[in-house]
């Protein structure tokens, strides 16, 4: 008789065969040749009650029964993003805290790209230069908005949790798929007056894994056909340096077109390049920055 293991249960298993039967297991023990996994059942002892999982230890297995999870998912991501605007969009490190210089340096940019396009600051609502940003907006008097997962590398690991920001302001997402939907879809321009821009901090996996998402629906013109988006990749400390000498290798290849990355986004070593370039793309003059300071003021008071 073939089976296969359906769930584990501590120190039980539940199994499954093609007759449906189930099985008990009364211990198992892990075989000292050639490393294999064995079992020992009790002979034709048949469970009488079938096995079952709360809902909660079932939701892994339950959630993507349907598409209309990740569809519900992704409403919510637009819902939130129709309630706070879009704006800039950050991506990096959640490692990175206060005593890096790049903390520092992200929460200052922040900061200032948030009164220059005057638009609401989107990240992913987690520790590190996500925070910093998340703070340097909050500095500038200007909304703040995230998209959350369930567990972020550091002190964050529990589900729906920021230690200060308004639980209307971010959704924690199931589904990677629906955050990515919500991160693109905050960065799209819908008219000529809205100003949003990308911005890669520097970070590790799951920020490459965004950054590069964001290049090639640029590349593909699935977004910023229409109205360009500016993306700019932060490179503090020659942080992107060997990134972008792979980049360079890869035209040697042939696998990118020659100029073709460098054509869709902005390599920026400091904050007051990509501010510079930021001012150029939209073409803000230093009337409309002075206009920017002023409503700033007038809402929030003039600094002590």
Not at 223 to 252: A, H, Q, R, T, V
Request: net charge neutral; with cysteine.
């Amino acid at each position: 008789m073939s089976f296969s293991v359906a769930a584990s249960l501590g120190t039980h298993i539940a199994l499954r065969n093609t007759h449906e039967a189930r099985i008990k297991c009364l211990f198992m023990y892990k075989r000292e040749e050639n490393n294999k996994i064995g079992f020992k059942f009790s002979k034709h002892k048949v469970v009488q009650s079938k096995i079952s999982l709360s809902k909660q230890e079932f939701s892994e297995l339950d959630e993507r029964k349907s598409p209309d999870e990740v569809r519900e998912e992704i409403k919510k991501c637009y819902e939130l993003i129709n309630r706070l605007g879009r704006g800039a969009v950050y991506l990096g490190s959640s490692r990175m805290g206060p005593s890096h210089s790049h903390y520092m340096q992200a929460q200052e940019l922040a900061k200032e790209i948030a009164n220059l396009l005057d638009c609401t600051t989107w990240s992913g609502a987690g520790p590190g230069l996500m925070d910093a940003v998340t703070q340097g907006a909050m500095l500038a008097g200007k909304p703040v908005g995230g998209f959350k997962i369930g567990k972020e590398a550091g002190e964050w690991t529990a589900s729906n949790f920021h230690p200060y920001l308004p639980s209307e302001n971010y959704l924690t997402c199931r589904f990677f798929s629906a955050r990515k939907h919500g991160l693109v879809d905050a960065v799209v321009r819908n008219n000529s007056f809205d100003k949003t821009a990308v911005v890669a901090l520097p970070g590790g996996v799951g920020t490459l894994d965004e950054v590069f998402e964001m290049l090639a629906l640029i590349q593909l013109e699935r977004i910023g056909s229409k109205l360009p988006i500016p993306m700019l990749l932060m490179n503090y400390d020659s942080f992107y340096s060997k990134l972008l000498d792979f980049l360079d290798d890869c035209e040697g290849w042939g696998t990118v077109s020659k100029g073709e990355v460098a054509s869709l986004w902005k390599v920026c070593n400091s904050n007051s390049e990509a501010l510079a370039y930021l001012e150029e793309f939209y073409g803000i003059s230093s009337i409309d920055k002075s206009k920017n300071v002023t409503k700033f003021h007038s809402t929030y008071g003039s600094p002590s």
